[in-house]
């Protein structure tokens, strides 16, 4: 049986090998930001967004555009894009060599750049529109060319740049010779969001952004093309205007 203590230093070993793990403190503080960022906030506000269109206890479709999704979505993706920009400026200056530290610095610079044009891009989404809205015209309701290319660049730049950033961070850690348990720790993060991907997407919760506002209704502009992304569902539901009314009843709750 392996002695407790000797268990315990090898977690604290760093990947290496080695007898000490040194670091300064401003690569630390880097490290820790981006990690928080890009390897916590993105990816749970990336799931939330596919996922959760859909709240647990929402009467889908007679109850429509549940907003729970959209803010926590917007809030975590601006949050880690503010706090991963914080997170540059310690080591600017830094001079790490090797290869790691290569590829560490390179998809670093990638998936900050991402995440500020993906800020900057969804503020040019369009209108909204629907019965929700005094006019029924609106970029996303009517599904316009506009509104078309923004879903199409936005959810694959996104998913991208999350997957980016899983490379980056375990560049990062082996770059900072990090010890194990940081790097087992990151990675059964890691595996509980995949696993929890896998499950909901296999439960069908990728629901159409449109469908999840508006409704199932076969005549709604939305509803005649072909959804957006990847693995993204739409489900059959009644035909007519009992759509309609309820999304002008829920924008009015």
């Known amino acids: 049986m392996a002695r407790p203590d000797l268990m ?3 977690w604290l070993t760093p990947l290496s ?3 000490s793990h040194d670091i300064a403190a401003p690569v630390a503080w880097h490290a820790r930001l981006m990690v928080l960022a890009w390897g916590v906030m993105i990816p749970a506000g990336a799931l939330w967004a596919r996922f959760w269109k859909v709240a647990p206890g929402q009467n889908w479709p007679h109850e429509l555009d549940d907003k729970r999704w959209w803010h926590a979505h917007r809030t975590l993706q601006i949050s880690g894009v503010a706090l991963a920009s914080l997170a540059v400026a310690p080591v600017i200056a830094a001079a790490s060599t090797g290869p790691a530290a290569e590829i ?3 998809l670093g610079w990638l998936i900050v750049a991402a995440g500020a044009w993906q800020v900057a891009h969804g503020l040019g989404r369009g209108s909204k529109g629907g019965p929700t809205e ?3 015209r609106g970029d996303h309701y009517d599904m316009t060319l506009r509104r078309v290319v923004f879903e199409r660049v936005h959810k694959a730049l996104g998913w991208i740049a999350v997957i980016t950033a899983v ?3 375990a560049s990062g850690l082996i770059a900072a010779d990090a010890p194990r348990w940081m790097a087992a720790t990151i990675g059964a993060w890691w595996l509980l969001l ?5 499950r909901w997407q296999r ?3 990728a629901l159409d952004t449109y469908q999840a506002i ?3 209704d076969p005549a709604l502009p939305g509803n005649r093309r072909a959804p957006i992304g990847w693995g993204v569902v739409r489900r059959a539901g009644p035909a007519g205007p009992a759509r309609a009314c309820a999304g002008r009843e829920e924008g009015r709750a």
């Open 8 to 10: 315990f230093e090898w």
């Open 17 to 19: 090998g080695a007898t």
């Open 104 to 106: 560490h610095r390179t």
């Open 134 to 136: 005094p006019t029924m």
């Open 167 to 169: 490379a980056a961070i």
């Open 194 to 198: 995949g696993t929890a991907f896998v």
């Open 203 to 205: 439960a069908g919760r």
């Open 214 to 216: 508006w409704g199932p």
